[in-house]
Each structure stands twice: as structure tokens, then as C-alpha cells.
């Protein structure tokens, strides 16, 4: 596998450029989520001082703590959750767009028959061997990229 180094350059950068919008547009909701859990403690502080001038009874100081707890639990899970997914699943990405342009050289350069197998099955599929030859397609993304790389005009 090779792709000219220009396309794998601009592949990166786009990806990179993706993942700082990304990073911005979830700052900007862990600033709101932020706020929001703000809002649901002083409602909590609120309904406190409201039971202690005696404004609201028992049942619905429980009641309205109880939302309270939950509406703060969703938020914290999903603030979690969002953070780590958008990092990860950007960082491989333009992590394996790094790496294509030296798999071929790891591949010829590699004495391990073992990891020169798992390039192979991770960039491959229906390999067979005909008269001395190697027959095989690409495993998706990898065959698009290879077609983009034998184009003539990228991008237009």
C-alpha cells in the first residue's frame, strides 16, 4: 500500500482541522452542561432555604431533589461520555492517516512474518495466490484511498 504523500497530507490535515471544530464545539457544550449543573445547585440551594422558612413541605423538598439528582447524574454521564468518544475516534483517525504512508515500508522492512500478516488481514481481503501471484481487494476505507491515490486530479 502507498499513497502519495500529498494526499495523505491533506487527508491529516482535514481530519486535524475536523477534530479542533470538534474540540471547540464540545467545549462549548461542556461550558453549557456546566452551566446547566450551576443552575440545578442553586435550585438545590433554593429549595433548601425555601424548607427552612417553612415555604415547602417534606413530599415535595424529596420530590424536587430527587429531579434534581438525576437531571445532574444524565448531564455528568453524558458530559463523560461525549468528551472521551469525539477525542478517541479523532485521534485514530489521524493517527492511521500518519501511518499509511509507512505501512509499506514497515511490510518490506520487517522480519516478523507474524506482523507482516496482521498489515496484511487489516488492509485486505479474499487474498489468494494464483501461479506465484497474489490476488487480493482492499478493506474499506483502504480501497478508496488507494483508487483516490492513482487519480490523476485530487479534489478537482
Partial sequence: VSLDKRIVSLIAEDLEEEARNNAKEAMTKESETKKQLTILSNKRD?????????????????????????????????????????????????????????????????????????????LLLDITLKEKNIHFSYKKPYGILNEGSNCLIWGG
Fill in 46 to 122: 433554593n429549595l433548601f432555604d425555601a424548607k427552612a422558612k417553612g415555604l415547602i413541605k417534606d413530599e415535595y423538598l424529596e420530590k424536587e431533589l430527587q429531579k434534581i439528582s438525576f437531571e445532574e447524574a444524565s448531564l455528568e454521564a453524558a458530559l463523560q461520555q461525549k468528551s472521551a468518544t469525539i477525542k478517541t475516534a479523532k485521534e485514530i483517525l489521524i493517527d492511521l492517516m500518519r501511518l499509511i504512508p509507512k505501512i509499506g515500508e514497515i511490510f518490506r522492512n520487517c522480519p516478523k512474518v507474524e506482523i507482516k500478516r496482521s498489515i496484511m488481514n487489516l
